[in-house]
């Protein structure tokens, strides 16, 4: 009995932790409404109408305000079609308004995905230059300062032949050349210094691009097994399912490992998908909630 109730417990815990829906909605009447179409998520346009963008008188501003609620309805619509191409299932008894903000809600995630892997590719082109700077800025100077030599060299001699040799545009080409190479100025004066500013991006969030991402694949994992639970009233064995499903259709195309979803029972396991398990998990012992506007793609 007291395993029981232990359980029961937990599994209360864990209902009241994943509900994001419910904390975003208590705090969305009190949000500001947004001046341009980027300014929140798209799921929380299509979720809460009071923070689109209002018109104005602005001629200016509100073409650029018709154009971002244009291309809010294609990509939104987009998605939404995709859901029903790849992964019709998770549309399946959604009313029109949560087929909308599901799709909204697969977007944002994706887009925080394909981020994810520009910004370890930039992390990695970092590294690597930090690790290589010293030497190919040495390389570089010493190429830079022979290749002067050289032209010095060369503009002296041709300076000095007879005009009648066919020297003189030699004469002039190194002269030009001398002076861009001087102009310049030397390796030093212009190439960063990479270990100094991965090791200050550490704390500068100024210069948080120079430092390894931080992964969204828990925080997004969460996101959309919230919604699947709470909006969508799905039990937690079919959010990880769904979610599983989503990960495998739309995020593996960017790097994101499949992960294996049981979508009937089997030998004596339960329908689901440990790895979205395991993310939600994570996510609630670390403490970690999406803010109140989520987190917008930058």
Known sequence: ???????????????EATN???RLDAEAPSLPAANSWLYYPFFMFERY??????PTKDFRRQQHLLAGEESFREQVGEWERRLASEVPDALQGLERRQRRQLAALALHTT???QEFQRSKAKHARYMKLRKEAPRRRRVL????????????????????LDPLL????????????????ESAGNPSDFVPDFAGLIESGKSDSSLKYYVWPTSPINQCTFLLYGFFRHECSLTGDESEVQV?????????????P???VREKYSDAESRGCNSVHRSVSRVIKAGVQPPKKLSKPS
Do not use: C
Request: glycine share 4%; no cysteine; aromatic share 8%.
């Open 49 to 54: 109408r009071h923070l689109r963008p209002r």
């Open 258 to 260: 499949r992960v294996i």
């Open 20 to 22: 994001w829906i419910a």
């Open 141 to 160: 100077r010493a190429k830079v300062s022979q290749t002067r030599a050289a032209v010095r060299t060369l503009l002296e001699y041709s300076h000095e």
């Open 166 to 181: 066919g020297a003189e545009r030699f004469t002039r080409a190194a002269d030009e050349a001398l002076k861009k190479l």
């Open 111 to 113: 887009v925080k995905m």
């Open 244 to 256: 599983g499903k989503l990960r495998n259709a739309f995020w593996s195309k960017h790097g994101v």
């Open 1 to 15: 009995m007291a395993r029981k109730r232990k359980a029961q417990a937990f599994a209360a815990k864990w209902v």
